[in-house]
């Protein structure tokens, strides 16, 4: 079974995502967070309803960008992440 979002759990997916995903961080603030221009961007945390990115474009600003739906776990927060990602793509 997978994890709840906790703390614990937030921190591994912003450190996994800042890490090894730093082109998607910025499609989910340009896509979702109808930003243009973003510089960089950082997931700074996940937790069930959505996610909180620092993002530098025009300005430094944090965002938060709401999930279609409630996550259950660790593993529907990957599913959903992943599924944001083909869709900002096709924007």
Same mark, same amino acid.
């Given at each position: 079974?997978?994890?709840? =979002? ?26 979702? $967070? ?5 510089? @960089?961007?950082?997931? =700074? @945390?996940?937790?069930? &309803? $959505? ?6 474009? +025009?300005?430094?600003? +944090?965002?938060? =960008? &709401?999930?279609?739906? +409630? ?13 944001? =990602?083909? +869709?900002?793509?096709?924007?």
């Amino acid at each position: 079974m997978s994890e709840a =979002i906790n703390q614990a759990v937030s921190d591994r997916i912003c450190k996994h995502m800042n890490e090894d995903h730093q082109d998607a961080i910025i499609l989910y603030a340009e896509a979702f $967070g109808q930003l243009q221009g973003v510089k @960089s961007a950082k997931m =700074i @945390s996940i937790d069930h &309803e $959505g996610m909180n990115i620092e993002v530098n474009h +025009t300005l430094e600003e +944090t965002i938060r =960008i &709401e999930f279609d739906h +409630t996550l259950e776990n660790s593993q529907d927060a990957h599913h959903t992440l992943v599924n944001m =990602i083909k +869709t900002a793509k096709q924007v």
